[in-house]
């Protein structure tokens, strides 16, 4: 299985790789997002750490459980090679009904089929009001025309 564009990439395929994993990130579908992984993915996700498809589609499955109306940006940072860095901003609720907006960073490596081997993220939230939302679109994929990151001045 290929998952394209695939490495080396250009400035071009890297930001058609973000906004591929942004948008299936955005769908909160598990198992469509784990299939975008080799099958003995390694993640660092925070102070956790993920291996393999299995447990990276139950990660994401506990993830969305718990931040709902979950919406997520990713902007490419760096590219080189087989490697892309990415920086990301996200806003969910929790079940109380307080929203937070989350600002991180990834770093990832695929493999020449285009699927990712390993992923390195550094993750900081705080809470936030309604009002100071910022990623606002129905849920799934963030339009075509909704400002990116840098538009938002994030």
Known sequence: M???????????????????????????DPARVALAYTPDS?????????TGRGE???FLARKWARELDYRLIKEVWAQ??????VRFVYE???DSGTWFRAHGNENWQFNRDGLMEERHASINEYPIAEGE????WPLGARPMDHPGLS???L
């Open 133 to 136: 939302r910022l990623l606002l």
């Open 2 to 28: 290929t998952r394209p564009p695939l490495p080396p990439f250009t400035d071009e395929t890297a930001a058609m790789k973000a906004r591929a994993a942004e948008d299936a990130w955005n769908s909160r």
């Open 92 to 94: 969910y609720r929790d």
């Open 42 to 50: 390694r993640w660092r996700n925070r102070a956790e750490f993920v």
């Open 151 to 153: 538009e938002l001045g």
């Open 56 to 58: 990276i589609e139950a």
């Open 80 to 85: 080189a090679g087989n490697r892309i860095a």
